[in-house]
T-cell receptor
Framework: NAGVMQNPRHLVRRRGQEARLRCSPM?????VYWYRQLPEEGLKFMVY????????ESGMPKERFSAEFPKEGPSILRIQQVVRGDSAAYFC??????????????FGPGTRLTVT | AQSVTQLDSQVPVFEEAPVELRCNYS??????LFWYVQYPNQGLQLLLK??????LVKGINGFEAEFNKSQTSFHLRKPSVHISDTAEYFC???????????FGKGTKLTVNP
């Protein structure tokens, strides 16, 4: 059973460009979470999605950031008009239907975004 | 709102020595508790979790943690560390019924020969 897949692993963007980060959950998992890790910080929750639904986006910045999890295909975290402060590691996690209420989440390897 | 405090940002130890990484949380409701390990440039791997039952939880790689409700703590321990345990360790909590994890800032464990 493959783990959570994220791509790309490393992404370099110039200020003002768009960044698209992809996440494929583990097989059988229909709940996806995105977290951001800034240097010297722990992970901060951004958004929680089920297929075709955003359940909790309380951690998402109000502007430039969006997320989706379509019926088919991976979950996408999109950052428009990136700024240097967006440089961070972005982690995706997924959970099984039975484990989500217990916080049981499995993490991908992350995408390290560098904005130059 | 709940929060997680990892009291030590860095812990250096010698190989084969015991280690304890401290974690305290604040919450007025029941929580589930987790420890994750992150090796350099990798994702997070679940070490162990406390959901209910016995307060002493055993995880992978010889780690264990004890849930202490009165002290709101969930400290991670290993009796004898190896060089390969060098990594960053994160404590996390989720409120019962909540789907998001709240993480501490992490503790960098460095095991020296």
């Amino acid at each position: 059973n493959a783990g959570v897949m994220q791509n790309p692993r490393h992404l370099v963007r110039r200020r003002g460009q768009e960044a698209r980060l992809r996440c494929s959950p583990m097989k059988g998992h229909s709940h996806v979470y995105w977290y951001r890790q800034l240097p010297e910080e722990g992970l901060k929750f951004m958004v929680y999605l089920q297929k075709e639904n955003i359940i909790d986006e309380s951690g998402m910045p109000k502007e430039r950031f969006s997320a989706e999890f379509p019926k088919e295909g991976p979950s996408i975290l999109r950052i428009q008009q990136v700024v240097r402060g967006d440089s961070a590691a972005y982690f995706c996690a997924s959970s099984p239907p039975s484990g989500r209420l217990f916080g049981e989440q499995y993490f991908g390897p992350g995408t390290r975004l560098t904005v130059t | 709102a709940q929060s997680v405090t990892q009291l030590d940002s860095q812990v250096p130890v010698f190989e084969e020595a015991p280690v304890e990484l401290r974690c305290n949380y604040s919450s007025s409701v029941s929580v589930y508790l987790f420890w994750y390990v992150q090796y350099p440039n990798q994702g997070l791997q679940l070490l162990l979790k406390y959901l209910s039952g016995s307060t002493l939880v055993k995880g992978i790689n010889g780690f264990e943690a004890e849930f202490n409700k009165s002290q709101t703590s969930f400290h991670l321990r290993k009796p004898s560390v190896h060089i390969s345990d060098t990594a960053e360790y994160f404590c996390a909590v989720s409120l019962g019924g909540s789907e998001k994890l709240v993480f501490g800032k992490g503790t960098k464990l460095t095991v020296n020969p």
